[in-house]
């Protein structure tokens, strides 16, 4: 078989965007460790302090994930009292909202994510941060 066909791979861009991903993911959740939140987490409580209540698929639209992965990053948000999930007028829509508890902790996160945000943008060409939000923005 010839391998020299899958040459081009080597230059995939969903593999370099998804492992540039992982990277980003690992290095914001070692900034942000005190604070007890994953990015991830933090990111979610920050679309719902912005959004207010949200639908959860209007929520996982916005943060480009399945519905079944949004579910997951809730529930840890669930059980630590930072998020409440109620039925809306329609008993088939789950509506997300954050609580008090989900406040506070999202407000004492955010100078660790500050500081994050900081730091990446410092590592990365200018031009890779536009980049990279110009991309998500368009997704």
Do not use: H
């Amino acid at each position: 078989m010839n391998q020299t066909e899958f040459r081009e791979c080597d230059d995939c861009l969903c593999f370099a965007a998804r492992r540039a991903a992982r990277a980003i993911t690992q290095f914001y959740d070692r900034e942000m460790r005190d604070s007890g939140l994953r990015c991830t987490q933090f990111t979610l409580l920050a679309f719902l302090l912005n959004a207010g209540t949200s639908s959860v698929n209007q929520a996982a639209d916005y943060l480009g994930m399945e519905r079944t992965t949004l579910s997951r990053n809730l529930e840890p948000l669930l059980s630590a009292g930072y998020v409440r999930v109620d039925s809306g007028e329609d008993r088939r829509v789950k509506k997300i909202a954050i609580t008090t508890q989900g406040r506070a902790a999202a407000r004492a996160a955010l100078p660790l994510w500050q500081q994050a945000q900081r730091a990446m943008a410092a590592r990365l060409p200018a031009a890779a941060a536009r980049t990279l939000s110009l991309a998500a923005r368009a997704a």
